[in-house]
Structure formats: C-alpha cells, structure tokens
C-alpha cells in the first residue's frame, strides 16, 4: 500500500491501516530506539511515545518525505530529546487517562510492540558475528550508533539519514566515515581479522 492510501485510510479512522503503519516502520523505530535507549523498560516506554507522537501528528506529514523516514525522524527526535534532558519517561496510560475509543494506539501500539521486539531483537543478533559487531558497536557514541545502523542495517541512503538526524549530508557521510573507523578499531582490539 502507498504512503498516501495509507495515511489518508488512518485519518478516515481504519485502524488496521495504523496497524499496517507501524508493522512497516517497527524494524526502523526499535533499531534507533535500542541505540539511543539503555534500559529495556524505557525502550518499551518510548516506542509507545514515538507511535503516539506519529498518530497525533499524522494530520501534518505532507508527503515530502516517505512515511518511514518521516517516523524515523520523530522517533531519533524523541529519543534525542529525552537524552539530552534525561526526564523519567511518564507512563502513557497516565497521561491518557481514560479507556475511550480516542486512546486505541496508545493502547494497541504496546501489543504490537510487544509481539514484534523479539523479532527484531531475534534479526539484529541472529549470528555470532553480528554478535561481536553488535559489543563493539554498543562500545561506540550513540549517534555513531545510529548512524552505522540507519545506513547498513536500515539501508537509508545519506539523504534520508540526513532527513531523520537533521544533520547536513557531509556531517551524516563524516560520522559515518569515523564511526566505521571507531567499529573497526573496537573490533581489532578484541578479535583477531581471522576471527571476523
């Protein structure tokens, strides 16, 4: 389904359409939620607040990007944000209050998560190799992080990095250059090229 069906299909209220929204951008959202998040229990905290913060701000995405790189943007926004302010993550059923039909994504995005992170979780370190990338890559700054992941795992191109981080195209592809160069050192100092 193209982006615009899909956005107009979840602004006529089909909720199977959010669904398919978030099915489609999950792989991306937990891959810079679990770079840029430590603890677990936030990490499922603020996937909640990324898919909330995409709903309600759905009836302003004009189609100048695509819809993944758009919700890429909000959720390194979101996360980026409470790093640098470090706040405790406030529960989102709090802040909803009550269980009318207006609270549906916050409270089916949870089930969604739920179901698909040992998936995810299950891609990103299904081989020993990917394992010993995943130490060295967790040794590196969070934006290195994400950087190496956006572009290798997610296949981003620079454009569409650039567009999530709001870095320029030259910062994104002069991280990118360092940080591979911080992986690979990281990984030398505790392997052998053989055993890589």
């Known amino acids: 389904m193209e982006d615009k069906e899909l956005v107009y299909k979840v602004l006529k209220g089909d909720k199977n359409a959010f669904t398919t929204v978030i099915k489609k951008t999950e792989g991306l959202v937990a891959q810079i939620v679990f770079k840029l998040v430590d603890s677990p229990e936030e990490r499922k905290d603020m996937a909640q607040e990324i898919y909330l913060k995409v709903y309600k701000s759905l009836p302003e995405f004009r189609f100048q990007s695509k819809l993944s790189t758009w919700i890429g943007q909000i959720a390194y926004n979101t996360c980026y944000h409470s790093l640098k302010h470090k ?14 039909d207006d609270d549906w994504p916050q409270r089916n995005i949870d089930k969604l998560l ?3 992170t040992n ?11 990917s394992q010993m990338i995943q130490i060295a890559l967790s040794q590196l700054s969070p934006i290195y992080q994400t950087l190496i992941t956006l572009y290798h795992y997610e296949e981003l191109s620079y454009e569409e990095i650039a567009q999530i981080t709001q870095l320029p195209i030259g910062t994104v592809k002069n991280y990118l250059f360092r940080a591979r160069k911080a992986l690979k050192d990281n990984l030398l100092t505790h392997y052998t090229k053989d055993d890589l």
């Open 87 to 100: 706040r405790p993550m406030q529960s989102l059923s709090v802040e909803l209050g009550n269980d009318s």
């Open 114 to 116: 739920s179901d698909s």
């Open 119 to 129: 998936e995810t979780e299950t891609l990103i370190f299904k081989t020993e190799l």
